[in-house]
């Protein structure tokens, strides 16, 4: 079973910057896509960026120019680089992984991203 963990949530002042971890107990380099996602509270979880093996990424438009997603196979590790936070950007922040195509299998369990005034 791969083990996907976060980490970097906190709590942030609108305008704020917050940068995500995401480790992995396989190498990176063997999946085909990583992702982050993110939770509302009393929403779904929705895509808000994405990254393939071949460093095409994809964003959702509301973080499109905001966001930046990243991998990296020295360190093993994905990373969601989060600038002019708003209100709107609470949620908890998950990030998934994928061994085949677009498919994400393995998830992690999330972490607390708050944004306050």
């Known amino acids: 079973q791969v083990q996907v963990v976060e980490s970097g949530g906190g709590l942030v002042q609108t305008g704020g910057s917050l940068r995500l971890s995401c480790g992995t107990s396989r190498n990176i380099s063997s999946f085909s896509i990583m992702v982050w996602a993110r939770q509302r509270q009393g929403n779904q979880r929705d895509l808000i960026a994405s990254i393939t093996s071949d460093d095409v990424t994809y964003y959702e438009d509301s973080v499109k120019g905001r966001f930046t997603i990243s991998r990296s196979g020295a360190e093993n590790a994905a990373y969601l680089q989060m600038n002019t936070l708003k209100l709107e950007d609470t949620a908890v922040y998950y990030c998934?992984?994928?061994?085949?195509?677009?498919?994400?299998?393995?998830w992690g369990q999330g972490t607390q991203v708050t944004v306050s005034s």
């Open positions: 998934g992984a994928g061994l085949t195509g677009s498919y994400v299998r393995y």
